[in-house]
């Protein structure tokens, strides 16, 4: 069983940087893929970024791609997220997912995920 826990979400300005991480039990998250989705009120959640369970593939969102990066320590068992040139659309609840998957892979799609945790607001102001 893994279970994500998120943080490091907040207030910020436009044009700021923050570093989400998620933290997981388990010894199963080093074999995991792991992928950070956003949710905005009133829309669908939607994929921001993912890394396989190595860390030697990742994936990235057109809209973050450039401002985002993924990374992962799996004797941390943590994967962190440094978004920089944060934008007011870049506000949501940005949710950490999980799933044990085959080597290399990871994926866009939130149904592709087994463990999800409960999510960090991040809010960027004008």
């Known amino acids: 069983q893994v279970q994500p826990v998120e943080s490091g979400g907040g207030l910020v300005q436009a044009g700021d940087s923050l570093r989400l991480s998620c933290a997981a039990s388990?010894?199963?998250?080093?074999?995991?893929?792991v992928g950070w989705f956003r949710q905005a009120p009133g829309k669908e959640r939607e994929f921001v970024a993912a890394?396989?369970?190595?860390?030697?593939?990742?994936g990235y969102a057109d809209s973050v791609k450039g401002r985002f990066t993924i990374s992962r320590d799996n004797a941390k068992n943590t994967v962190g997220l440094q978004m920089n040139s944060l934008k007011t659309e870049d506000t949501a609840v940005y949710y950490c997912?999980?799933?044990?998957?085959?080597?290399?892979?990871?994926?866009?799609?939130?149904?592709?995920?087994?463990?999800w945790g409960q999510g960090t607001q991040v809010t960027v102001s004008s």
């Open positions: 997912a999980a799933v044990v998957t085959l080597s290399g892979m990871w994926y866009e799609t939130p149904n592709r995920y087994d463990y």
């Open positions: 388990g010894r199963t998250f080093s074999r995991c893929a």
């Open positions: 890394i396989s369970e190595s860390g030697g593939s990742t």
